[in-house]
């Protein structure tokens, strides 16, 4: 299902800015918000599952490629790839040296080096590269059915699931800190687990009400 908007080449750019400004947003705020963890408990049970805020953030990208790929075309969401990659993995290992272990610790800490921050920036390069191509080259073709939910959910659910040990493996396998080079790929299928159920639980159904809100609101015709 595609969205059919007649925009000119100025609103294109400008869309294409702002669409890589958010990305590149949610890159840099996931990576600082992975550093704030927290349990969740299973209710009737002792079990607490460990996670980060950053789980519920970064979701938000696939949400946002997949309404850019239905309003603007694939072109414009591979533009958008293109543009985020190399600010983003710039901005978002600054981010994480300055405000290491959420803590602040100045902006001389940008004079040495930070082999372990760039390792996780770096992964969630790779991880972001990854996903978004898998979004507008596989699940692009999801797209075609009548149905909306069909792409977002698969692109969620098996998109997802590459993008976070992409993310694991590189940020944390053999990495100086003991407990995340032994644990990092339990601590993946943990993070996986949760972000598929916020996202199903929470971000699906609210897309579609913006899916549904964008149609109405500009009275659009869809296309298959």
């Known amino acids: 299902m595609f969205l059919n908007i007649d925009f000119s080449d100025r609103q294109k750019r400008r869309s294409l800015i702002l669409l890589s400004l958010f990305h590149i947003f949610i890159l840099t705020i996931s990576n600082y ?43 414009l969401a591979r533009k958008i790839i293109f543009a985020v990659m190399f600010p983003a993995l710039v901005i978002s290992y600054v981010i994480s040296v300055i405000f290491f272990e959420t803590q ?60 976070t040990f992409v993310f694991f493996c590189i940020a944390f396998y053999q990495c100086a800190d003991p407990y995340l080079a032994t644990h990092w790929f339990g601590l993946g299928v943990v993070d996986y687990l949760v972000k598929i159920s916020v996202s199903m639980a929470l971000f699906l159904p609210l897309y579609g009400l913006l899916l549904s809100f964008i149609i109405k609101k500009f009275n659009l015709a869809v296309t298959k």
């Open 33 to 75: 918000l992975v550093q704030l963890t927290f349990e969740v408990k299973i209710p009737l049970t002792d079990i607490q599952i460990p996670t980060t805020w950053g789980t519920f953030s970064f979701p938000f990208i696939f949400l946002a490629t997949d309404l850019t790929v239905r309003v603007f075309g694939v072109q």
């Open 104 to 163: 602040f610790q100045g902006f001389s800490a940008l004079g040495e080096f930070n082999f372990f921050v760039f390792r996780i920036a770096l992964a969630s390069f790779a991880a972001y590269v990854v996903g978004q191509f898998m979004d507008i080259i596989i699940f692009n073709r999801l797209r075609k059915t009548a149905k909306w939910w069909i792409a977002p959910t698969s692109s969620t659910l098996f998109g997802s699931l590459i993008d």
